[in-house]
T-cell receptor, first 113, second 110 residues
Framework: KAGVTQTPRYLIKTRGQQVTLSCSPI?????VSWYQQTPGQGLQFLFE???????NKGNFPGRFSGRQFSNSRSEMNVSTLELGDSALYLC????????????FGSGTRLTVV | KNEVEQSPQNLTAQEGEFITINCSYS?????LHWLQQHPGGGIVSLFM???GKKKHGRLIATINIQEKHSSLHITASHPRDSAVYIC????????????FGTGTRLQVTL
């Protein structure tokens, strides 16, 4: 069965622009969570969606937002990009909210110049 | 302050050695995960623990809830085990939010 698919794999954007990243979960998985990984801060939780509703949110500014569609695919959006937003963005899917088993995607590497 | 502490930060071993990576956390958890990240970024979930011990091939993960400590062991290490190993916990009452350790970079040489 197909894994978690993140698109695009690589992205270069300019400061001030906005960006949208996509995550398609494993078929049948209804929960999608997003993470940011930087050399300085490591991995940090951004938010989690289940049944099209945000269920949990990490400590990130409002420029970071997301949504989930009825087919469980999720998008995250970062507006007014800053250099510090350069990071690897990972999503993970699981079959249900609060379940302990996650499958991660390969990530989107965002570079802000 | 990172609430999940991993040690060591870096580890170099020769092929065949027994390896231990440690993870400590600060308060009660509902689950602890061990993750593996290879160069290029993809993350693989190795184990999820809430108590006791789990084994998969050459990998063994243990957790001591009372001491708030977990270990990941690799027996008969191999160069293909070279990766960053990350401990992540779900604190009780935080639903699905994971808090991550800073990772242990393992290099296994021939």
């Amino acid at each position: 069965k197909a894994g978690v698919t993140q698109t695009p794999r690589y992205l270069i954007k300019t400061r001030g622009q906005q960006v949208t990243l996509s995550c398609s979960p494993i078929s049948g998985h209804r929960s999608v969570s997003w993470y940011q990984q930087t050399p300085g801060q490591g991995l940090q939780f951004l938010f989690e969606y289940f049944s099209e509703t945000q269920r949990n949110k990490g400590n990130f500014p409002g420029r970071f937002s997301g949504r989930q569609f009825s087919n469980s695919r999720s998008e995250m959006n970062v507006s007014t990009l800053e250099l510090g937003d350069s990071a690897l963005y990972l999503c993970a899917s699981s079959s249900a909210l609060g379940t302990y088993s996650y499958t991660f995607g390969s990530g989107t590497r965002l570079t802000v110049v | 302050k990172n609430e999940v502490e991993q040690s060591p930060q870096n580890l170099t071993a020769q092929e065949g050695e027994f390896i231990t990576i440690n993870c400590s956390y600060s308060v009660g958890i509902s689950a602890l995960h061990w993750l593996q990240q290879h160069p290029g970024g993809g993350i693989v979930s190795l184990f999820m623990l809430s108590s006791g011990k789990k084994k998969h091939g050459r990998l063994i993960a243990t957790i001591n809830i009372q001491e708030k400590h977990s270990s990941l062991h690799i027996t008969a290490s191999h160069p293909r085990d070279s990766a960053v190993y990350i401990c992540a916990v779900r604190y009780t009452g935080t639903a699905s939010k994971l808090t991550f350790g800073t990772g242990t970079r393992l290099q296994v040489t021939l």
